[in-house]
Nanobody, 124 residues
Framework: QVQLVESGGGLVQAGGSLRLSCAASGRTTSYYAMGWFRQAPGKEREFVAAISWSGGTSYYADSVKGRFSISKDNAKNTVYLQMNSLKPEDTAVYYC?????????????????WGQGTQVTVSS
């Protein structure tokens, strides 16, 4: 079993930055692909970013490309999401997810483990 705990969410003005963290426990996530998803009120959960187990390959949703950056520290069992140039439409609950895999994964249905989420609110 892998337990995931997100942190770093909060309220920020448009144009600002936040860094989300997702700490894993229970098992090492060195061989796990990790992803970030978000869900805004009244909307379905959507893919944000994903990274391979080694951290060497990443992939982003078009809506965040160039503004967000995902990274992984296997020594700390932690994955990060650096969010810059935030927009009000980035407001959502952000979730991290994990799955033992050699490749990054963009589909939420393929992940085995999920965190409880952290709220990000961007004011205009």
């Amino acid at each position: 079993q892998v337990q995931l705990v997100e942190s770093g969410g909060g309220l920020v003005q448009a144009g600002g930055s936040l860094r989300l963290s997702c700490a894993a426990s229970g098992r090492t996530t060195s061989y796990y692909a990790m992803g970030w998803f978000r869900q805004a009120p009244g909307k379905e959960r959507e893919f944000v970013a994903a990274i391979s187990w080694s951290g060497g390959t990443s992939y982003y949703a078009d809506s965040v490309k160039g503004r967000f950056s995902i990274s992984k520290d296997n020594a700390k069992n932690t994955v990060y999401l650096q969010m810059n140039s935030l927009k009000p439409e980035d407001t959502a609950v952000y979730y991290c997810a994990a799955k033992r895999s050699n490749y990054f994964i963009t589909s939420s249905g393929q992940y085995d483990y999920w965190g409880q989420g952290t709220q990000v609110t961007v004011s205009s």
